[in-house]
């Protein structure tokens, strides 16, 4: 009995050993003392040095914001000419791009899937210049005055660029500035500097970004790891770090080259998971795919903009329509809109390069891209980034089939503008003139879509997306990523079916064949039994 | 004369057992991972499934060892003799209780059919899952351009492969339990792969030449 026991004893017991070992080795570790360091780095933040409301210099009575600016570059010698090589004074850079060549482009030039584009409107989208007074192409760009330093170095938050102004402040009334009380309170760029543009871009907060939005000056741990008010409450510039003014950190909607980026590894670094398993999926997956679940977790964001029932009226009169959270589902000035909450990110490959339609460029893909990520499985530097697909319908030249500029905003009426004179004719004919494209006067409407890689509202790790979010056979987040295989998402029909078959057939085959042997032992026994 | 022999040893025991939870397991969590049903979750199959597969290779490099220290390697060297009556048996003789066609001693542990097979697990099928497994597990490395030497492009074949090697394993671990109970009784064959010792025809001259592994009854 002790020769039978010992050997069972093992094959019993040697599994539950491997079992015990896997549960032991299994790492429960979260890269704490990282995480511990980065705080560390990010808490030991030099304190302002100096206190502007002590300067003699600021003491004064500004009339125009132009003479704040000089007050400015009076002791900070050069640091115009540092703005005024940068993205947010050019609106444009030179990028090359594959069939196009080296090319300057930029909001300065671009189309869009929102408000498609600032040419012949300048008047209404530069109040989010970082100068003053580029209001049509005579804008000089060369002038240091016309640099706006407060509107990002403001710490007041009290500083209002003009509706319609072109980037000035409001030049009189009770939202003129208070410079005294500002120049006395200047610093580093708060969230709220650089929120006054980015939460707002498209007119009005999110439209645009969805991962970018007041809610952010004062949020959940849910809402932004990073940014919380109950954790680091860390500003934009901790990632988006700068040096001589130049931003690290580009907008990837309208940026073509992939260089001078803010990237989570700036800080975490390649490999930050305790799991060798999650750091793998570095190579083809970004971070943003896991560790942003949904974007607009706070207020609603634009999904859908359709331009081409904009104009109608009631009683004559323009009007608007709101959901129940207020959002405008209709604008006469702008057409119908669809927005959203929580919403699942779509993925697309991406290497960091990117192309763009321009106004002069031929369609011949519909739904007109406005603007293409490129990268592919295949493609050793591109990865999975979660993007919000922002769908839309905008004006076409029906002959020359290309994307059309109508001029949106004026401030006079009987200027062509669309969003004064309600006449898609005529504010088609006024911005291609501007522009300076041809334009056929025949035109209709296309639907377009941009694709924006979102970064942001960065969730809890308990929130990330789970493995089997991806990895499942129905309702993949990566449905749409068909170009590889996917384990768990993908299979080989024929095996899967050869397969089973094989399989059930072994044991169709073994149940009948057992049957037969109970069979013919009965039949033999009762043989037997009736000798 | 029917004896009483000490056919399995004990390493061969507990590493038939210990293959034999390790297939079933990864068959569980591998078809998990392929979406076939759910049960433990997507990541802890992911990761006990890897965790088994080590397991596995590690038993495997024992087995190895112990099939050509001890010569049992020759036990699956596959013979055309007999193989025909073999399978007659399982169509027909089976059913009328004729006699095994051949017969089971140490030396000759397997029937023609049992070595052919074995022997396909041993050196394809065995051999294909470990190397579409290891595969599966570092295809992404070359990927990140860290070993250049094993570029792999795509998992897709990997991941069909060891699909197609699965389907197989989980249709012989059909068969084969299925043909444990074809045995003198039901049960007899599992028996004696737990305690080693099994009631065996044996042959006179054999028995005699070879006493030192037999034990009279």
């Given at each position: 009995m002790r020769r039978k026991l010992i050997p069972f004893l093992i094959i019993v017991i040697v599994p539950q050993i491997f079992l015990a070992i896997a549960i032991l080795s299994k790492s429960d570790g979260d890269g704490a003392t990282q995480i511990e360091e980065l705080k560390q780095r990010v808490l030991s933040k030099p304190q302002k040095a100096v206190d502007h409301g002590q300067f003699a210099e600021l003491h004064k009575d500004f009339k125009t914001p132009q003479e704040v600016t000089a007050a400015c570059l009076a002791c900070h010698t050069g640091r115009a000419k540092e703005v005024m090589s940068t993205h947010h004074w050019l609106w444009e850079r030179e990028s090359f791009i594959e069939g196009r060549g080296v090319v300057s482009l930029g909001k300065k030039n671009l189309l869009n899937n929102y408000c498609t584009g600032i040419r012949s409107s300048e008047g209404s989208c530069n109040k989010c210049h970082a100068g003053f007074g580029w209001g049509d192409k005579s804008f000089d760009f060369t002038n240091e005055l016309n640099v706006d330093c407060i509107v990002c170095h403001d710490n007041t938050e009290t500083y209002e660029k003009a509706s319609g102004g072109s980037g000035y402040p409001y030049m009189e009334g009770p939202l003129k500035p208070d410079y005294k009380h500002i120049t006395a309170n200047i610093g580093k760029p708060t969230k709220y500097n650089c929120g006054y543009c980015h939460f707002y871009s498209a007119g009005g907060n999110n439209i645009k970004h969805g991962h970018l939005e007041e809610a952010l000056l004062d949020c959940s741990r849910d809402v932004d790891v990073h940014m919380t008010t109950e954790g680091m409450d860390m500003s934009c510039t901790d990632c988006h770090e700068t040096k001589n003014h130049v931003m690290n950190g580009r907008y990837y909607g309208t940026a073509s080259n992939d260089y001078n980026r803010a990237t989570c590894e700036q800080c975490h670094g390649d490999f930050p998971h305790e799991k060798s398993i999650l750091n793998e999926h570095s190579i083809k997956v970004t971070c943003q795919a896991c560790h942003i679940p949904v974007y607009a977790k706070v207020n609603s964001t634009k999904m859908y903009w359709d331009w081409s029932t904009a104009t109608g009226m009631r009683d004559g009169q323009p009007y608007e329509e709101t959901d129940s959270l207020g959002n405008k589902t209709y604008q006469s000035i702008k057409g119908t809109a669809q927005w959203a909450n929580n919403v699942k990110p779509e993925y697309a490959w991406f290497n960091g390069q990117a192309n763009h339609t321009l106004i002069t460029?031929?369609?011949?893909?519909?739904?007109?891209?406005?603007?293409?990520?490129?990268?592919?499985?295949?493609?050793?530097?591109?990865?999975?980034?979660?993007?919000?697909?922002?769908?839309?319908?905008?004006?076409?030249?029906?002959?020359y089939k290309r994307l059309l500029q109508a001029k949106l905003w004026d401030d006079e009426k009987n200027k062509g503008a669309l969003w004064v004179d309600f006449n898609w004719e005529e504010a088609l004919k006024e911005g291609m003139e501007y522009i300076e494209v041809p334009y056929s006067g025949e035109w209709e409407f296309v639907e377009t879509e941009m694709y924006l890689p979102i970064s942001h509202m960065v969730s809890p790790k308990e929130s990330t997306v789970s493995c089997n979010e991806c990895h499942t056979r129905e309702n993949s987040r990566l449905a749409g990523l068909t170009d590889f295989y996917l384990p768990g998402r993908d299979r080989n029909k024929t095996v899967d079916l050869a397969g089973t078959l094989i399989i059930v057939l072994s044991m169709l085959g073994v149940m009948g064949h057992g049957a037969l042997r109970v069979l013919a032992s009965k039949k033999r026994k009762e043989q037997q039994q009736n000798l | 004369m029917a004896t009483k022999t000490y056919i399995y040893k004990i390493f061969e025991r507990f590493w038939h057992w210990t293959q034999a939870f390790l297939i079933l397991f990864l068959a569980l969590t591998g078809f998990e991972i392929h979406s076939s049903f759910s049960l433990m979750g997507f990541e802890s199959a992911v990761y006990w499934h890897n965790f088994a597969s080590w397991a596995l290779i590690v038993l495997i490099i024992f087995a190895i060892f112990w099939h050509f220290t001890t010569g049992e390697w020759r036990q699956y060297i596959p013979t055309k003799a007999f193989i025909r009556d073999q399978i007659r048996y399982y169509i027909t003789g089976i059913f009328k209780n004729a006699p095994h066609p051949t017969k089971k001693s140490v030396y000759n542990k397997f029937n023609p059919l049992q070595r052919i097979i074995y022997l396909g697990l041993k050196v394809l099928v065995i051999p294909v899952q470990v190397v579409t497994g290891i595969l599966y597990m570092f295809?992404?490395?070359?990927?990140?351009?860290?070993?250049?030497?094993?570029?792999?492009?795509?998992?897709?074949?990997?991941?069909?492969?060891?699909?197609?090697?699965?389907f197989a394993l989980v249709a012989f671990v059909i068969a084969h339990v299925y043909l444990t109970t074809t045995g003198k009784t039901p049960l007899e064959s599992i028996k004696a792969m737990i305690t080693g010792w099994e009631e065996l025809e044996h042959d006179e001259e054999e028995s005699l030449s070879n006493g030192a592994n037999a034990e009279r009854k």
């Open positions: 460029d031929s369609l011949t893909e519909f739904p007109v891209k406005i603007n293409t990520l490129y990268g592919e499985y295949n493609d050793p530097t591109a990865k999975i980034w979660p993007v919000k697909i922002h769908r839309g319908k905008q004006p076409m030249d029906k002959n | 295809y992404r490395y070359p990927q990140g351009g860290k070993i250049e030497i094993i570029n792999v492009d795509g998992l897709e074949i990997i991941a069909i492969v060891h699909t197609i090697g699965a």
